[in-house]
């Protein structure tokens, strides 16, 4: 018996994965930095305590998504729900991509937009950009000629923090063919939402997420505003039950602390800034400007020997030099890990 043959190219693709060392401050993966308040802990432990296990949770997750509409001020129907905005991401492609079809990105981006359109056997086209990293006219004209079904634009842009015009998105949206997918997971940070355009320009979905402003990444939520013809094309490939009673519990507790998540918002944005200016000051690093929870700069050495540098000296951040040449990304985190991050950095530089 000979072992099976797995897809071609699967054993030449890394599982994604970041290194997460145990370290005192963690500043890579741009989660909130804050643990829940105690009155979301203790509303969300009673609604656990009255769900049923026992059986199948809400397949449509009816409560969930009207309160999402609520947030969103977005039609139920064209308000979808899943176990993070990448398995909505998978699924726009399982419905919208596949064999014989090509999706777009703008890179340097999100990794996982060009990781999950290999992993639904859809082609991948990429425009890149150079610094500042802003969508123009002619970036837009480059992705026709591709003649995609899918285009990803993230907004603001990870791993680079700028926002991207809306005008460009719209000319995106009425000059191609496509599924324009606008991955939001950053919006409450900055920037100007594409979700205004879905009325006119129904081939624009926008992309959302629990992970970051509202603190949940361990309860695993995403959602999708769209029209309701594309969360019925959702429909058809969802698995059955894709979302947990507990996650839908989780979100839906989550949504009634809005407040709460907003006011630590104010807090994180401040951070950030400060982030900003203050490594503006460090002679021998160059950063970006960022609408979102995280800072991209250039350390003037070489990214890798930083990074580890900075490892030793018990920070962790992200080195996506693979994505953007000698650059290194820090997450806005609580003012005491953002103070060990800037004098370790002081340090190493
Ligand atoms: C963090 C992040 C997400 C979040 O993914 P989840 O699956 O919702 O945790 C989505 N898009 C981008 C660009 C991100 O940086």
């Known amino acids: 018996m000979t072992p099976a043959e797995p897809r071609p190219g699967l054993r030449e693709t890394r599982p994604y994965a970041s290194p997460q060392p145990d370290v005192a401050i963690r500043l890579n993966t741009n989660e909130?930095?804050?643990?829940?308040p105690e009155g979301f802990v203790e509303h969300l432990q009673e609604a656990v305590r009255a769900l049923t296990l026992n059986r199948y949770p809400d397949r449509e997750a009816v409560r969930l998504r009207e309160a999402l509409?609520?947030?969103?001020?977005?039609?139920?129907?064209?308000?979808?729900?899943a176990s993070g905005s990448n398995e909505i991401i998978q699924q726009l492609l399982l419905a919208y991509g596949g064999p014989g079809r090509t999706s777009l990105v703008f890179s340097p981006t999100y990794e996982l937009h060009s990781r999950l359109t290999w992993v639904t056997h859809t082609e991948?086209?990429?425009?890149?950009?150079?610094?500042?990293?802003?969508?123009g006219r002619q970036h837009v004209a480059q992705a026709a000629q591709a003649q995609p079904s899918v285009v990803f634009v993230c907004s603001p842009n990870n791993p680079t923090g700028n926002a991207q015009p809306v005008e460009?998105?719209?000319?995106?949206?009425?000059?191609?063919?496509?599924?324009?997918?606008?991955?939001?997971?950053?919006?409450?940070?900055?920037?100007?939402?594409?979700l205004g355009l879905w009325r006119e320009h129904p081939n624009v979905v926008v992309v959302r997420t629990m992970s970051k402003a509202f603190a949940l990444a361990g309860a695993r939520l995403g959602y999708c505003l769209a029209t309701p013809e594309v969360i019925d094309d959702l429909r058809r490939v969802r698995l059955p039950y894709h979302l947990s009673a507990l996650a839908q519990a989780a979100a839906l507790t989550a949504l009634q602390h809005t407040e709460d998540?907003?006011?630590i918002l104010d807090a994180v944005?401040?951070?950030?800034?400060?982030?900003?200016?203050?490594?503006?000051r460090i002679p021998g690093v160059t950063p970006y400007p960022s609408d979102a929870n995280f800072v991209l700069f250039r350390p003037h050495a070489d990214a890798g020997e930083v990074?580890?540098?900075?490892?030793e000296r018990g920070v962790l951040v992200r080195d996506v030099?693979?994505?953007?040449?000698?650059?290194?990304?820090?997450?806005?985190?609580?003012?005491?890990?953002?103070?060990?991050?800037?004098?370790?950095?002081?340090?190493?530089?």
């Open 32 to 36: 909130c930095p804050y643990p829940l």
């Open 69 to 81: 509409s609520a947030h969103t001020a977005h039609p139920v129907e064209g308000t979808w729900a």
């Open 124 to 135: 991948i086209a990429e425009v890149p950009m150079e610094a500042p990293w802003l969508l």
């Open 168 to 194: 460009q998105v719209e000319r995106l949206a009425s000059s191609l063919d496509a599924l324009v997918v606008v991955d939001e997971a950053y919006i409450e940070f900055g920037g100007r939402s594409a």
């Open 261 to 263: 998540a907003m006011n």
């Open 269 to 280: 944005r401040g951070e950030r800034e400060r982030l900003s200016a203050e490594l503006s």
């Open 307 to 311: 990074w580890r540098a900075l490892l």
């Open 321 to 349: 030099s693979a994505a953007v040449p000698g650059c290194l990304r820090v997450t806005a985190g609580t003012p005491d890990e953002v103070d060990g991050f800037l004098s370790a950095l002081k340090e190493v530089v």
